[in-house]
């Protein structure tokens, strides 16, 4: 097992002073931490592993590395409607990874807790033979009783995503073998699509506090895989409108120039937007909605009662779907 | 990256079955979990990850592993005085594992959650090109605002520890390069101890909620090491008396053959056994503990206003400490 030179040391220079305001974390020189809520208020929980080479790529940036394990588990969060409250982070460095590596990694951390309002609160670190691997456990706040849950969707209901689909794979394909012909801001906006997500916070929260949707999920396999998730859950089906579904133009650009049909932004991973179904009387609230978040929400289909998932082109004919989504497996 | 059939279906066949008790699991359906604690408590949460090679052996019995990862990260919650609740695990395995392997790792599990009254509600599953990788978080409830905190130790208090120290590491002595002459029930026992360490959490339930000492955590990393710490945290040193240390028979055995001294129990690692201060006049209140719990609980030496850790003999020479402890890296 290689060897890194003090583990607590670097826990009390790095990672301590990310605790600094949560007390109940005891400056990480405790066994564990102690979490509390306001009153009224539910905790959500949610872990995700990252390893490298399978989530984030071994030379990208370490604050981006950061940001993205933080990120993932947030997404999470924003499915449920949930405010971050704090995390813990169990890492996995390689024994020779440099301590300005993980300094720069910290500073991705510490960014955007103070962006999105979160703190550590513990964790662990160990030292791996393999690839890097972070976990990420994110606890949120829900107020009352109401939670968002996926086994309640009915035909009829309206399907939404948020923001835009493919990037991120694409983003994906530019670092990892570039895409030929691509101008420099568009390669730049996908390669930060896949090394950043955005989790998208404040939807989850108002579709949970404006009761807009009773199901919402992240979709970071693909919108495919995860939609026949959903549908599965709640035994329907789905046909989704693939000139509806949102495409940046970067997104466009770099398919124009790989040959790929539209379809493949279905398939795509880790695009981390959120797809939720509300009945078809929400539609004047989702549209408002977008417009005071300035997001696009896309209404990219409807469910129906017939089981499985159909994408249909402008004339409504069936579109194949080569591979039903990126698994980690 | 390596492909394992069906990370779906791995979740549903062997790691939903064990949310059966958690509503707020949502048969791990969801994006995250809820979780619920009676009014008055208060939420515990700790992480640790175990990395094959480093914590447990890749060929050790799948459900030993298993029953490790709980029970690491439930002696964090034993330290803290908290009653087990949930967790999550979030699991990297290599593409290649047997599908009975997972199914053993998880009867593992399912055992020692019967046992210990707590319940999966979550996590993640992916694949790695390195070592077996688990980080698991743990949730326990602590009535009122009590908490065992490590920063109050005083001199004069007198220092305990549970059960007997030093099993575990000659334990994965015996497993990776066996010990000549040790009897087949000796290296039986040191084994089980590294393979199936015991949280001590009766003990530390009851040393929280009877007030009997401010300080306590679970010795991991070796007792000189863990000890260090916690005197640090105080400000404070210690006299440990090398003959007042709890040494198992199997473990005096182990050490005879192996030509080690004494001492060496003191730096071994993965004891899991609680190590706690409490005042002179906690005394009778401990040895009663201790007949009710069936427990050995040691008082090995106590706490100083000198800075440093002393170990001495019988006769209160200093005895030298070879190393200080087992680190990660």
Redesign the interface.
């Known amino acids: ?8 040391a670097l826990i009390e220079r790095y990672l301590a002073p990310l605790t600094t305001t949560a007390a109940g974390a ?1 400056g990480l ?8 809520l306001p009153p009224g208020e ?10 490298a ?3 984030f790529l071994p030379d990208d940036p370490p604050e981006t590395i950061g940001r993205k394990v933080l990120r993932v588990s947030l ?3 924003a ?2 409607g ?1 405010r971050p409250h704090s995390y ?5 460095w390689p ?1 020779d990874l440099e301590e300005a590596w993980i300094a720069a990694f910290c500073r991705g951390l510490a960014a955007d807790q103070e962006r999105f309002g979160l703190t550590l ?11 890097m ?1 972070f ?1 990420l ?4 706040a ?1 107020k009352g009783s109401k ?5 309640s969707l009915r035909p009829g209901d309206d399907l939404y995503v948020s923001g835009t689909l493919g990037d991120a794979y694409l983003g994906l394909k530019v670092l990892r073998d570039g895409i030929a012909g691509l101008t420099a801001q568009a390669a730049g906006h996908l390669a930060d699509r896949y090394r950043c997500p955005e989790p998208r916070l404040a939807l989850g929260q108002a579709i949970l506090e404006q009761e807009l949707a009773a199901s919402a ?2 979709v970071s396999d693909g919108l495919a895989q995860d939609l026949g ?1 959903l549908l599965a ?1 709640s035994a329907v089906g789905a046909e989704v409108e693939l000139e509806a579904v949102p495409v940046s133009n970067a997104a466009e650009q770099a398919l124009s120039l790989l040959g790929e049909p539209r379809q493949a932004v279905l398939s795509g991973g880790d695009d981390y937007e959120l797809l939720f179904a509300a009945t078809q009387n929400k539609r004047p609230l989702i549209d408002a909605l977008s417009s005071r978040l300035t997001l696009p929400i896309a209404r990219i289909g409807r469910v129906r009662a017939e089981a499985g998932l159909t994408v249909v082109d402008s004339e409504r004919q069936a579109v194949p779907l080569e591979s039903l989504g990126w ?3």
């Open positions: 097992m290689p060897r890194l030179p003090g583990e607590f005891f020189k405790n066994d564990a931490a102690v979490l509390e539910r905790l959500v929980v949610t872990a995700d592993s990252l390893v080479g399978g989530h997404s999470d969060l499915a449920m949930a813990l982070l169990a890492a996995s024994g609160v513990g964790g662990d670190t160990t030292a791996t033979s393999g690839p691997t976990s456990t994110a606890f949120g829900v939670v968002l849950d996926r086994a999920l992240d998730h859950a698994t980690h497996f």
